[in-house]
């Protein structure tokens, strides 16, 4: 999740805000709901291909024309512009593989541990300085995650590795975004995510390709334009509001998500998975509150 701060006092609109940031989650819980039911039917590595291809070319058609090519692709690191990229992939490939095995409310919910990865993460790699109350709401998380998948529930099974392993990278990939963040611009990076990603997946999918049906490749669209514009009104959400303040709406995603899985895949979480996620959710409330404070 991108994060940046309003471009100017007065800039703050926190109603428009909230609002674009609800409908950002929304699209991102639709583009996991798409993944869910076509990797179901097609390789995961489709999948995520053609979520990146279609947010290359909106991002050609968009903001291409307004600032040329070389001005979109131009980086002082390239370095950890791929790396950055990488980690995005690694996100995308181990959560799509696991919405195969775990419901999308619970998956969704356990991949939320980024932002608690990034604060412990940011000690070592970033330097920061994290108190004893961050501590204590990144180990609450983990506890939620242990309420979610616990020993003997139906959760408690290696595919549970796969969100946990995709938050890990999530985690990696917004330090990066940070460390990035005063270095190139956000077009410039989320443009070189798209392309970079797009040319690794082609390049190995020949490998695994299956002709879509008509539906089905409608779908694929579908699930691209998701992903692109919830990221396109996620970053318009920051430009209006502090990250701390909209922290609390972002985790709407989990809401959606357990609305399609009820809705379309006729799962309902069961009591100790709703207070997993509930613990998960204020922990990362937690950290945002205490982020907001040091700020």
């Keep these: 999740m991108s994060v940046s701060k309003p471009l100017f006092k007065g800039a703050e609109q926190p109603i428009k805000a909230i609002a674009l940031m609800l409908a950002a989650v929304f699209l991102f819980s639709s583009h996991d709901t ?67 095995y775990i419901p999308l409310a619970e998956a969704t919910s356990v991949v939320f541990l ?49 969100p946990l392993a995709a938050a890990l990278c999530f985690g990696f990939y917004q330090l990066l975004t940070r460390m990035l963040s005063g270095i190139d611009s956000p077009t410039t990076s989320n443009f070189l995510t798209g392309i970079l990603n797009s040319l690794i997946m082609t390049a190995i999918l020949p490998f ?12 694929m669209i579908g699930l691209g334009t998701c992903g692109m514009f919830g990221h396109m009104l996620m970053t318009q959400a920051f430009r209006h509001a502090a990250p701390a303040m909209l922290a609390p709406f972002s985790y709407g995603q989990i809401l959606f998500a357990g609305l399609y899985g009820y809705l379309i895949f006729d799962h309902t979480p069961d009591r100790f998975a709703v207070v997993g996620i509930t613990v998960i959710c204020l922990s990362g409330l937690a950290v945002a509150w205490a982020q907001r404070k040091k700020d």
Excluded: N
């Design 208 to 219: 695994f390709w299956t002709t879509p049906t008509l539906v089905h490749g409608l779908f």
């Design 34 to 100: 798409l993944s869910k039911y076509l990797s179901g039917f097609y390789p995961i590595v489709m999948v995520v291909w053609i979520r990146y291809v279609v947010h290359t070319l909106l991002m050609l058609v968009i903001f291409v024309p307004r600032t040329g090519f070389s001005t979109v692709v131009r980086t002082k690191r390239p370095g950890l512009q791929l790396l950055r990229a990488l980690c995005l992939i690694g996100v995308s490939l181990l959560f799509t593989t696991g919405l195969r």
């Design 114 to 162: 980024a932002p608690l990865l990034v604060t412990a993460l940011s000690v070592p790699l970033l330097g920061e300085r994290v108190t004893r109350a961050q501590w204590l709401a990144v180990l609450a998380g983990f506890i939620g995650v242990l309420i979610v998948v616990r020993p003997g529930g139906a959760l408690f099974t290696p595919a549970i590795l796969l």
